[in-house]
Every structure is written in C-alpha cells, then in structure tokens.
C-alpha cells in the first residue's frame, strides 16, 4: 500500500499537478494526445482536458484531489474497453492505469496481485507460469479492472466462478483521496460492493484474486456447423440438452449468424452461410475434455453433416484466451444490446 498522503489544497493548478506527477500528464495539443484520447470502441469519440497516466498510486490520489478541486468529471481507464466509453470523457480528466500492471504471483498460496491497469494477456502471462489461472474474460487485451468490477465472465466460469468471485481484496483510492484496503478482515462492505458493483466506489489500484491450477494446456471446442433448413433449430436444442449435463469442466458459449462475406477463414463458397456455432473450454485433462466436449463437434454427423469449419485442438491456455481477439479490434464501431446482440463496422 502506498503511503502517500497529498493535502488536497497543495495541488490546485495544471503546472502543480503535473509538477508532482511520476507519470505523464496528456493535454489537447501535445503530440500523443489524439492517439492518447482513444478507446477501444471507435464509436466513442470524445476529447477530454488532461489525461493522467499514472505511474503510482500517489499520481492517482493527486489526479483525483485535482479533479475533486477543480470539480472536474473524472473517468477511469484500465483497459478502455467498456463498449459504452466509460473510460473517457468531454473537458474532464482521465486517470489511465495502464502503467500500473505489475502482476506477484504467490504460488504456494495460490493467490495474486495484480496492478489497476493490467491486462487479460498480462494476467495469463504470469500466472501461467506457475502453472495457475485466474478467471478472466476471453480478450485478452481487456483490462481487469472493469471486467472485475463488472462480473468477468470467462472460459473458467463454470468451474471457478466470475473474475469477481475471485477477487479477495483490493487497494482503492476514495473519492476524498484516501488509499484504503478492502478484504474480508478490512472494509469488507466495500470488498462486497467491489465484486461485481461496478466502478464507482473508487479508484481500485490493486487486485488480489485466488488462482487455480490450469493448463498449460486445455481442450477448446470452436466449431462452426451448417445452421440452413432445420439444422439451426438442431443446433439450439443440442446445445440446450448437452448444457443440462455437462460437468462444471465445461464453460461453452453458442451463437449464431452468417459468415461474413470478407471473413478470411472460411472459403468463399461458405460466405453467406447461416450457422450455429460452439465455443466451449474444458477446465481439466485435455484428453478427458476431448472426449467430453466431442458432442458439439458431432452435431449433423447422424445427418451425414460434416461442420463447416472446426478449429477445434489442444491449446495452450494462454491462446485460448486469445483466440477471439481478432474478431474484436481496436477501433471498429461496437453496438451491443442487453440481450447480447453485437454489431460492428
């Protein structure tokens, strides 16, 4: 824990905060400040007055004293990749994470810290390692922190619960620029609001998760079947009776659509096709899950169906994390609704 202490009337004006600031401090103008102001969803276009990299949880105290001051909005950014641009702002202040993303794995207790602006890929990457995995989402350039505060909902779900189960305590920076602690033995209401009550309870700094041990590698089922006349229908109702008994191994996802005209995978007498899609990891033996998860790679075979496409292979963990991140840039227009539509362009 940091033990920085900033006496909020000591840092008043632009040239203040950024004379204190172990960071950089972005403002309209400066070089980096176009490419600086973007997030992840290109639909999100705004300009906001300073944005705050922070290299320390000191610098998020004083943005926060400065924005508190100042009454500026403030915003907080880890990874950026809230669909709906919370992360950024117009006129306010920006306090970026991601130079906070220091990540101590404690194997023996199978527990991990993690820095306020770490990412999925980063997460995996150290844990994995030591042979361990935290439950996380399933791109792997998200930031943790949003994705905590939210829920998480990841490959490991079924078996280890969402990111923010997972979370044991944490480091906030309060709206009056305290830095507190929040666990079952301190603050814990806070701990409580913290999993999963979204990010206005602070500024959260440090993440500490329980880990499990996974991989490093692990079976993952992603298969595209042929969804035309009633095999659409098929495929729903498949996947509806095989997620009645699958083991708590088993986190799956189905979906549905047309292959893209321009997708690049799949052949150009494909494009156009309707399908029904599984999406599905084994938290366990990579053998056994093969042969658990081999169901939704059969659907049609009774029917002398053979899939579309099947990518399906024992992967390493780490991959499987990032085996969707192409189909989710930096910069194209996202659109989602609560029932989980998607548009993008």
């Given at each position: 824990m940091s033990n920085f202490k900033q006496k909020p009337d000591q840092v008043r004006t632009v040239l203040d905060l950024k004379s204190i600031l172990q960071g950089q401090l972005i403002r309209p103008g400066d070089a980096t400040y176009e490419q600086d102001r973007l997030v992840w969803n290109g639909m999100i276009d705004?300009?906001?007055?300073?944005?705050?990299?922070?290299?320390?949880?000191?610098?998020?105290?004083?943005?926060?004293?400065?924005?508190?001051?100042?009454?500026?909005?403030?915003?907080?950014?880890?990874?950026?990749?809230?669909?709906?641009?919370?992360g950024t702002n117009d006129d306010g202040l920006i306090i970026d994470l991601s130079r906070i993303n220091r990540v101590e794995v404690d194997a023996a207790a199978r527990l991990v810290r993690a820095g306020g602006g770490t990412t999925i890929g980063q997460l995996d990457a150290a844990t994995q390692n030591h042979g361990l995995a935290v439950p996380m989402g399933v791109v792997s350039a998200t930031g943790i922190a949003g994705l905590t505060l939210g829920g998480g909902y990841g490959h490991l779900r079924n078996k280890y619960g969402l990111s923010a189960d997972n979370l044991v305590a944490a480091e906030v920076v309060t709206a009056a620029g305290e830095v507190i602690r929040a666990s079952q033995d301190e603050n814990p209401d806070l701990l409580w609001g913290l999993r999963g009550g979204g990010g206005n309870f602070g500024v959260v700094t440090e993440f500490v998760y329980r880990a499990y041990p996974v991989g490093p590698n692990v079976m993952f089922v992603f298969v595209f079947h042929d969804g035309r006349g009633d095999n659409m229908k098929r495929g729903i109702q498949l996947y509806r009776d095989y997620s009645a008994s699958a083991p708590d191994e088993v986190s799956s996802l189905m979906f549905t659509g047309r292959i893209p005209p321009d997708e690049q995978h799949f052949p150009a007498e494909?494009?156009?096709?309707?399908?029904?899609?599984?999406?599905?990891?084994?938290?366990?033996?990579?053998?056994?899950?093969?042969?658990?998860?081999?169901?939704?790679?059969?659907?049609?075979?009774?029917?002398?169906?053979?899939?579309?496409?099947?990518?399906?292979?024992?992967?390493?963990?780490?991959?499987?994390?990032?085996?969707?991140?192409?189909?989710?840039?930096?910069?194209?227009?996202?659109?989602?609704?609560?029932?989980?539509?998607?548009?993008?362009?």
């Open positions: 705004r300009r906001p007055a300073l944005i705050v990299r922070c290299g320390s949880v000191a610098d998020v105290v004083a943005a926060v004293n400065f924005a508190r001051n100042n009454n500026l909005l403030l915003s907080i950014r880890g990874g950026g990749h809230n669909v709906a641009g919370h494909l494009h156009n096709v309707p399908f029904v899609a599984y999406a599905a990891m084994y938290a366990g033996d990579p053998e056994k899950g093969a042969t658990v998860l081999q169901p939704l790679r059969d659907f049609g075979k009774q029917r002398g169906h053979a899939p579309l496409l099947d990518f399906s292979a024992i992967r390493p963990y780490v991959e499987v994390n990032q085996i969707l991140d192409e189909d989710y840039p930096d910069g194209l227009r996202y659109y989602w609704k609560s029932q989980g539509n998607w548009v993008k362009a």
